[in-house]
Nanobody, 119 residues
Framework: QVQLVESGGTLVQAGGSLRLSCAFS????????MGWFRQASGKEREFVAD????????SYADSVKGRFTISKDNAKNTVYLQMNSLKPEDTAVYYC????????????WGQGTQVTVSP
């Protein structure tokens, strides 16, 4: 059973930076693709970024492209989301998720970490 634990969420001013972490346990991390999603209050969960199991390819939502960077450290069993130039509209609960290999759907999800960006 995979467990995902997010951390790093906090209150930050607009224009600031944060790095979210997601610690993975229970399986072989390097075999999993990882993704970050977010859900703002009253809205549906949306895709933010993902990275392939090898770490060789990444993709981003248009709303965060150029500001956020996803990375994967297989030695630490951790995936990161570096968030720069934060905007109030980035306020949300951020979730990480994983998919084995190249499977198209995410199998396991973390509990989320709150990011609040003040104007």
């Amino acid at each position: 059973q995979v467990q995902l634990v997010e951390s790093g969420g906090t209150l930050v001013q607009a224009g600031g930076s944060l790095r979210l972490s997601c610690a993975f346990s229970g399986r072989t991390f390097r075999r999993y693709a990882m993704g970050w999603f977010r859900q703002a209050s009253g809205k549906e969960r949306e895709f933010v970024a993902d990275i392939t199991w090898s770490g060789g390819d990444t993709s981003y939502a248009d709303s965060v492209k150029g500001r956020f960077t996803i990375s994967k450290d297989n030695a630490k069993n951790t995936v990161y989301l570096q968030m720069n130039s934060l905007k109030p509209e980035d306020t949300a609960v951020y979730y990480c998720a994983c998919a084995f290999g190249t499977r198209p759907s995410y199998e396991y999800w973390g509990q989320g970490t709150q990011v609040t960006v003040s104007p």
